[in-house]
């Protein structure tokens, strides 16, 4: 089936329209104008002229004045074109973009093929659908992310939201309603759930959570650690043990990333997730599986089959590059009328495009150990190893927080297309000044971590070329080589006293 083409039933004025060849041939022709157009943005380059780079500033200012910041946190505005991997700026410069909004434009820039159907999407009558108006194609999303979702879990149903983050509200009630009066829940450090009064009193970050009364009750547990192994599981689960017999009923759910995203892309092995999910199952607490930032781009369309976890998931969000978020859950955690509903879910557009992502994901041969995904994360870690190899002086050993070597870290990590590299051992100052020095030099990343820091990638894998790596990597090379000087002639007159 080729869902984004069946949203019209058959007989109705809608289809009449779908099919229309006058249509058809309006969108073939802007399409062929978007490919042509698009061609000349091949490469990263600078703004087209001083002019347009001053026209830019001004815009930038402007932004900042009314979002009522001092500055923003990348001096970005699109222009509302690209190609793939590659970003024209509102200055006519050229980014390769390799953090894609933080993960949702998996499919890159411009893609023509996502362009045709947000075209034939916004001949819809509904701009944005929602509980109570919705048109056929929101069943047609759910149906296949159910489908996909079953394949490998219990996940019975779904609930579309328009952000990951009131998936996660949902995910949060579910849990609340089936195990009331349990009013706990039990999270990883360093996790992050989005930024709703709640999601960030569960997230993990103190500066994300300043000011906002705190009405959570959450119970921290330690992520996995690969330097202590097994020992680190027996840690957690002795701690998760603790926790259970000291607040006896009355945690409603787990939740798990599995890569923890914000937190530094950090994978963790099967068993330390079995061991963690078979006491809460035992203890009856909800295993709520966050899927926002690892859906679609771990090696599996669910990172949860990857691991072979599915069995034990009862609640799964996800978001970002489905376009349209979702709370799935299985039968048994199917809610009560009214506690979910909402005025939008999300757009057509999203609804559509997204549902053409979800079956090309499914289709195409991203997955699987010689999928394209995996192909992609041998070349990443192998050019930022070549990198580090040629210039260890840009590397150097990782450092907690406490300023030990944690050797257990390599240079180039992650999971599938979640993909970190930690430059100057993972020091927040140099990191953050890279980060910046990249971007100037025509690279997008972000950062994670909350010490060591890492830049992290989340890059456009469902259009980027292997190939494309090297450029990558040209412009890495260039951003290390003037931060480490950059860093090296402040950090000299230091040395001189
Ligand atoms: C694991 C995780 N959960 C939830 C969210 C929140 O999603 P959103 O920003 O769409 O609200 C994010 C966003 O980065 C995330 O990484």
Redesign the pocket.
């Known amino acids: 089936m080729n869902a984004s083409t069946t949203t019209a039933a058959p007989g109705t004025r809608a289809s009449k329209l779908n099919a229309s060849p006058i249509v058809e041939e309006a969108i073939d022709r802007a399409i062929d104008e978007i490919r042509k157009v698009q061609s000349g943005i091949t490469a990263v380059r600078p703004p087209l002229s001083e002019e347009l780079a001053a026209r830019y500033r001004e815009l930038l200012a402007q932004a900042s004045e009314v979002r009522g910041k001092s500055k923003l946190f990348f001096d970005y505005h699109g222009s509302g074109l690209g190609n793939g991997p590659f970003v024209e700026l509102a200055d006519g410069s050229v980014k390769l973009d390799l953090i894609c909004g933080?993960g949702p434009m998996f499919f890159g820039h411009s893609d023509p093929e996502l362009t045709r159907i947000a075209m034939r999407a916004a001949m819809s009558d509904l701009v944005l659908q929602g509980n109570l108006q919705m048109n056929e194609d929101s069943t047609q999303f759910s149906n296949l992310l159910v489908e996909e979702a079953s394949r490998c879990s219990r996940l019975a149903h779904v609930f579309l939201t328009n952000?990951?983050?009131m998936a996660?509200e949902s995910a949060l009630k579910i849990c609340y309603q089936k195990h009331a009066p349990a009013s706990r829940v039990i999270a990883f450090e360093n996790c992050?759930?989005?930024?709703s009064v709640t999601m960030s009193q569960i997230g993990d970050n103190a500066g994300n959570r300043a000011g906002i009364p705190l009405s959570t009750l959450v119970d921290y547990l330690p992520f996995y650690d690969a330097e202590r192994g097994e020992a680190s599981t027996r840690d957690a689960l002795a701690r998760l043990d603790r926790l259970i017999e000291r607040y006896p009923g009355q945690h409603a759910c787990m939740i798990f990333?599995l890569v923890q995203?914000?937190g530094g892309f950090n994978p963790a092995p099967r068993e330390f997730f079995v061991a963690l999910m078979e006491r809460c199952r035992k203890a009856g607490i909800a295993v709520w599986v966050?899927e926002?930032?690892t859906f679609g781009r771990t090696g599996e369309m669910f990172a949860f089959d990857l691991l072979k976890l599915g069995e034990y998931v009862d609640v799964c969000t996800i978001?970002?590059l489905s376009q349209i978020?979702a709370c799935l859950y299985s039968k048994d955690y199917n809610p009560k009328p009214g506690l979910l509903s909402g005025t939008f879910v999300g757009s057509t557009v999203a609804i559509q495009v997204g549902m053409h992502i979800l079956d090309t994901l499914r289709n195409g041969n991203y997955y699987g150990a010689n999928g394209s995904i995996a192909q992609h994360h041998q070349r990443f870690v192998a050019g930022i190893e070549g990198i580090a190899s040629r210039h260890p002086e840009w590397f150097g050993p990782i450092l907690s927080p406490d300023d030990t070597a944690m050797k257990h870290i390599k240079v180039a990590g992650g999971l599938g297309g979640m993909m970190r590299f930690t430059p100057f051992g993972g020091r927040k100052e140099p990191v953050n000044k890279f980060m910046y020095n990249l971007y100037d030099e025509g690279v997008l990343s972000f950062y994670c971590g909350h010490g060591p820091y890492h830049i992290r990638f989340l890059p456009p894998l469902g259009v980027m070329k292997l190939q494309q790596w090297d450029a990558a990597f040209e412009v890495v090379e260039r951003a290390l080589a003037r931060t480490f000087e950059e860093i090296s002639r402040k950090e000299a007159p230091k040395a001189q006293n």
Request: aromatic share 6%; with cysteine.
């Open positions: 933080i952000s990951g983050c996660n992050f759930m989005g930024r990333e995203g914000e966050d926002v930032q978001g970002k978020c």
